[in-house]
């Protein structure tokens, strides 16, 4: 029992030095005027774990950086598609 427990404090520790910062472009092809990019970003700002987002009007798109044990791509994505502008990953 006491191993049991030890793991299972010794996983919660470790388990966030696992997490990493990654960083996604997304392609929004949909954005076209001033206020998109506002919108867009608003939208991304509100997801647990999104630590930096910047959005180009002039490249249709949104370089975002998060944490990813707090967060997924798909949260991402689903955060524009629910602002009204869907995203793609940009390869």
């Known amino acids: 029992m006491k191993k049991q427990l030890a793991a299972l404090v010794l996983t919660g520790v470790v388990a966030p030095m696992w997490a990493a910062t990654q960083t996604v472009t997304l392609a929004i092809p949909s954005m076209r005027c001033a206020m998109y990019p506002v919108t867009v970003k608003e939208a991304l700002s509100k997801i647990p774990g999104v630590r930096k987002i ?13 944490d990813d044990s707090k967060t997924t791509v798909a949260a991402l994505t ?3 598609r629910n602002a009204g502008y869907p995203a793609t990953i940009e390869r």
């Open 54 to 66: 910047e959005v180009s009007l002039a490249k249709k798109d949104a370089v975002v950086t998060f």
């Open 78 to 80: 689903q955060a524009t």
